[in-house]
């Protein structure tokens, strides 16, 4: 299993090092960290994705799934802003306000994000406009601060307006499978839910299902028994053969509290990016994420697989001798409320772990995130280190089977792959 493992690690290093190679780093030439607007000594993009990040879970307990599409909405918006300030190096994503470049950066950032937070959560609105406005009172006033706001406001207009009727929240239940094989509510929540997310607008790639696999192995096949008997041992909540390294792994990866957002900004400020850096960053990681998890999702509804707590009690019913039923079998993680193929977690990790490595230009790069479900910090030395592990965690959690994991991180990949060959491209 070891050398599968270095095997596995070793191909998903490759498909980065090539993400990388689709374009080089742009980090020389452009200003030192802050530099677009002196006056203040924190990066802006920094404070309003963690103030985002306060509203869409600390207040409105997004689920990752739902959370891709707000975090993407409010940095997009960001990007457009702040790109547009700085002289739009880069391509916008949607609009380019008229600038003379003596805006203030730190109120075009501000109203930004506000503006669109407010549209996504207007039960939050007293509380979101207390936090803008002590924000905003720290900015001197002046026409370089009204001028900020006016970008702001454009730019998040402009984002509202693209993501309205855009799919989101929709029906929200999958169809209830009975065949084997088939999809249907795992205990002990036996939920169902999210399934809109798989017909959700696209922001960067033409079409949700244009990764489509070849599905999930056949019942019958070693192939499918291979997978089943893997999660069966070591992603039972009583496994034995599971260290307690990747128990602490699995519950890591499985909190709702995402360290993928503390990455993000850890990486923004060791790294010193500037205001704009750290703006095209941040829209670059988290529009792929949002796109490659609406990829994975429709995946999903392609194909309608089982997950491993069905699969392995009901395994008397699938026809395949190399499988045995555990009518008792629990995974140590709980079940999401969808279908198995293809696993959500590893699309939406390979998509911002390769961004982020293209962006920098290189894979070793060190970071790490704490949880608070699982009481750790967990530390990496690579951006593919971190989708290699993934991919394990979620059968270590037992909640996924591995090639539901291994074709979640392709279209990851794939996803940010078509973003950073058509979005954000340095125009100069």
């Excluded at 309003?48 to 993407?72: E, G, L």
């Excluded at 290189?362 to 971190?386: K, L, P, Q």
């Amino acid at each position: 299993m070891t050398g599968q493992v270095s095997t596995r690690r070793r191909l998903v290093a490759a498909v980065v090092a090539g993400i990388i190679a689709a374009g080089a780093p742009t980090l020389s030439g452009m200003t030192s960290a802050y530099a677009s607007d002196p006056a203040r000594s924190v990066n802006a993009v920094i404070v309003w994705d963690q103030n985002a990040q306060t509203a869409i879970w600390d207040y409105a307990q997004q689920q990752p799934q739902v959370q891709a599409r707000s975090f993407a909405m409010v940095h997009g918006a960001v990007y457009d802003a702040v790109n547009a300030i700085a002289g739009k190096p880069y391509q916008p994503y949607l609009s380019a306000p008229a600038t003379n470049g003596r805006e203030s950066t730190d109120a075009a950032v501000g109203t930004a994000a506000f503006k669109v937070l407010s549209s996504l959560f207007p039960d939050q609105q007293a509380r979101l406009q207390q936090q803008y406005d002590d924000y905003m009172a720290g900015i001197p006033a002046g026409q370089a601060k009204a001028r900020g706001t006016a970008v702001g406001n454009q730019t998040s207009a402009a984002m509202i307006s693209a993501r309205q009727n855009d799919g989101a929240f929709g029906e929200e239940a999958w169809p209830v499978g009975t065949q084997p094989g088939q999809w249907r509510p795992t205990p002990p929540t036996n939920a169902n839910a999210t399934a809109w997310v798989g017909r959700l607008k696209p922001f960067l790639i033409p079409s949700v299902s244009m990764f489509r696999s070849s599905g999930p192995p056949a019942l019958t096949s070693a192939h499918y028994a291979r997978d089943f008997n893997e999660v069966k041992t070591i992603g039972a909540v009583n496994s034995t053969t599971r260290t307690l390294d990747q128990t602490q792994a699995a519950i890591w990866w499985h909190d709702r509290h995402l360290g993928e957002w503390e990455i993000k900004r850890q990486l923004a400020v060791n790294q010193r990016l500037s205001t704009v850096q750290t703006a095209r960053m941040f829209a670059m990681v988290d529009l792929s994420e949002a796109d490659a998890t609406s990829a994975c999702y429709n995946e999903k509804g392609a194909w309608m697989f089982w997950r491993p707590v069905t699969a392995i009690q009901l395994a008397d019913t699938d026809g395949n001798p190399d499988t045995v039923a555990d009518p008792t079998w629990m995974p140590l993680l709980v079940t999401p409320p969808h279908p198995d193929y293809t696993s959500g977690h590893t699309c939406f990790t390979a998509a911002s772990m390769s961004a982020l490595a293209f962006f920098f230009g290189r894979n070793d790069i060190s970071f790490g995130a704490y949880s608070s479900a699982s009481g750790t910090t967990r530390t990496f030395n690579s951006f593919s280190g971190a989708i290699a592990e993934v991919i394990e965690a979620r059968i270590w959690g037992g909640i996924h089977t591995r090639t539901a994991d291994i074709e979640g991180a392709k279209i990851g990949l794939k996803t940010t792959a078509y973003a950073v060959t058509h979005y954000f491209q340095p125009r100069r």
